[in-house]
């Protein structure tokens, strides 16, 4: 893209905050979502998914009660 159009573009956005602001917003939601998939994908394979392995809770309840 050209400089001129660049220009006119950052202009618009201008007259429009609200509307960059909700871009923004719903762009932040979406990478907190494929973060959270992320993680949740990084703990599975690195066995650290504690609180959604069954197992290990029982196993926990019954070593410490």
Same mark, same amino acid.
């Given at each position: 893209?050209?400089?001129?159009? &660049?220009?006119?573009?950052?202009?618009?956005?201008?007259? &429009?905050?609200?509307?960059?602001?909700?871009?923004?917003?719903?762009?932040?939601?979406?990478?907190?979502?494929?973060?959270?998939?992320?993680?949740?994908?990084?703990?599975?394979?690195?066995?650290? &998914?504690? $609180?959604?392995?069954?197992? $290990?809770?029982?196993?926990?309840?019954?070593? $410490?009660?």
């Amino acid at each position: 893209s050209s400089a001129a159009s &660049d220009v006119y573009k950052r202009q618009e956005y201008e007259k &429009d905050i609200e509307g960059v602001y909700e871009i923004l917003k719903k762009g932040s939601e979406e990478a907190q979502k494929i973060a959270a998939q992320t993680v949740k994908e990084v703990k599975s394979a690195m066995k650290i &998914d504690y $609180f959604s392995d069954p197992a $290990f809770i029982e196993e926990q309840k019954k070593k $410490f009660n």
